[in-house]
């Protein structure tokens, strides 16, 4: 088992940054392949980007150019900087493990965070 919980949500106007925090638990963090996702209200939940244990990346198209995953594996921590933030970034973000790299299906992630709230304001 891992435990994943999200922190650094919060209100940011249209414009602004925010940085998200995915601290894990249990297993090993390196064994593990990162992803965060989010979802909107009254939406399903949305792929925005992966990293591997080596740090390679993978984003959705949306967000590419915006938002930076990172992670620190002697912290057991994973990172999702979030740039030139839009209203339509407002969403539950989640970040998620899984084996695998570069799935953009949630199906494919084994362990999942509460999520936190971010909300960008116009």
């Known amino acids: 088992q891992v435990q994943l919980v999200e922190s650094g949500g919060g209100l940011v106007q249209a414009g602004g940054s925010l940085r998200l925090s995915c601290a894990a638990s249990?297993?090993?963090?390196?064994?593990?392949?990162m992803g965060w996702f989010r979802q909107a209200p009254g939406k399903e939940r949305e792929f925005v980007g992966t990293?591997?244990?080596?740090?390679?990346?993978y984003y959705a198209d949306s967000v590419k150019g915006r938002f930076t995953i990172s992670r620190d594996n002697a912290k057991n921590t994973a990172y999702l900087q979030m740039n030139s933030l839009k209203p339509e970034d407002t969403a539950v973000y989640y970040c998620?493990?899984?084996?695998?790299?570069?799935?953009?299906?949630?199906?494919?992630?084994?362990?999942w965070g509460p999520g936190t709230q971010v909300t960008v304001s116009s």
């Open positions: 990293i591997r244990r080596s740090g390679i990346t």
């Open positions: 998620a493990a899984t084996g695998i790299f570069g799935s953009s299906d949630y199906a494919n992630y084994d362990y």
């Open positions: 249990g297993r090993t963090f390196n064994n593990y392949v």
